[in-house]
């Protein structure tokens, strides 16, 4: 999984690459908050990031806000990173759109452990926007069976959308999952295929015994 | 003005420059923090060029700009200037182990910092002794590690 690093200090933010390159993520850095909002705001950017608070430019608040504007199907997991202590500090970052805060001087494993819960979630999400979009094409299927079907009251065909008169297999084959097998019920086997039965053995004595 | 005498004329409120006086003043092994180092050895992947080294080698290269940025906005007594630059001091300072360093920059971020003028020039009479001291205990640390 992809992690963006936000950090303007530079001694600061080799350390967090090394460690996060280390725990086995990929790592896209960046030096300042311009730089980590245009990464974080194109297509395809990582679902993972960690942010200072304070950066020129752009401070990792306001790219919280911003990236919270975004609507993606998948939000990335932002963990603010910063010296700034206090409650109201945590409540300002996790009201800006910060999932996770944490404090420097931060240690190494609890960075480890937050990063993971970061990647868990957004695993969780990616299985449930795959689900999702499963269930999207499903019901998309079943949409197409929805509605009143102008059906014909002697041979059973549908009327289609352009006009066309189908049998019901093919219409039905068209807009769904299922297939057809072909057998005889017990009630047209005795109205209808015995009678033709017997009028063929009538006609052709010896073919149908 | 020593910083023995300038750290006299301090009010009450400002016990944590009084503080920081005592703690500091230490030789080149106090500059560091052994213990940040060694959490960072810890970092180091088997076949890779030096992490240390390579922080030493950044820090050095960064923080003289910074101390000169403090320094520049204390002069023009601009506080939000001053706050940012010693907050990324105190950032890498901190990462580093170079905690002398990284205290004196958390009260030079402090926002009524800038209100004293003798306050902030004991601060950074201060800095720059430390900073030294760190310079100095750092080289040596790479120095033993390139050898």
């Known amino acids: 999984m992809r992690v963006l690093i936000a950090e303007d200090d530079a001694v600061s933010r080799r350390i967090l690459e090394t460690l996060l390159l280390r725990w086995g993520y990929e790592v896209v850095t960046t030096s300042d908050g311009k730089k980590a909002w245009g990464v974080l705001e194109e297509d395809g950017a990582p679902h993972l990031a960690v942010l200072d608070v304070m950066m020129p430019d752009l401070d990792g608040l306001e790219i919280c806000r911003r990236v919270r504007k975004l609507s993606r199907t998948i939000p990335p997991y932002i963990i603010l990173l910063t010296a700034k202590h206090g409650a109201q500090e945590i409540v300002n970052g996790i009201e800006a759109g910060a999932d996770d805060y944490l404090t420097k001087p931060y240690d190494h494993d609890e960075l480890r452990v937050r990063v993971q819960v970061g990647a868990r979630i957004v695993e969780l999400q990616i299985k449930l926007a795959a689900r999702v979009a499963e269930l999207e094409v499903a019901l998309e299927h079943v949409k197409q069976l929805q509605g009143i079907l102008p059906i014909c009251s002697y041979c059973k065909k549908i009327r289609d959308d352009q006009d066309y008169w189908q049998t019901v297999e093919s219409y039905v084959s068209a807009r769904s999952e299922a297939e057809f097998s072909h057998g005889i019920c017990p009630t047209c086997y005795e109205t209808t295929v015995k009678a033709q039965i017997a009028a063929y053995r009538a006609e052709q004595p010896g073919i149908l015994r | ?147």
């Open chain 2, 1 to 147: 003005m020593s910083v023995e005498e300038a750290s006299i004329n301090f009010d009450p409120a400002q016990s944590q420059v009084q503080s920081l006086l005592a703690d500091t003043g230490g030789d080149a092994i106090e500059a560091t923090d052994e213990t940040v180092l060694a959490a960072l050895e810890e970092v180091q992947s088997e076949g890779e060029p030096d992490l240390i080294v390579e922080l030493i080698d950044l820090y050095l290269n960064d923080a003289p700009q910074r101390v000169e940025a403090i320094r520049a906005a204390a002069a023009k007594l601009d506080g939000a200037l001053l706050k940012h630059a010693a907050h990324t001091l105190k950032g890498s300072s901190g990462s580093i182990g170079v905690l002398q360093v990284a205290k004196i920059c958390k009260i030079l971020e402090r926002p009524d910092c800038v209100s004293s003028a003798a306050k902030v020039e004991v601060l950074l009479q201060l800095l720059e002794r430390e900073f030294a001291g760190a310079r100095e205990a750092l080289l040596a640390e790479r120095q033993r590690r390139v050898s």
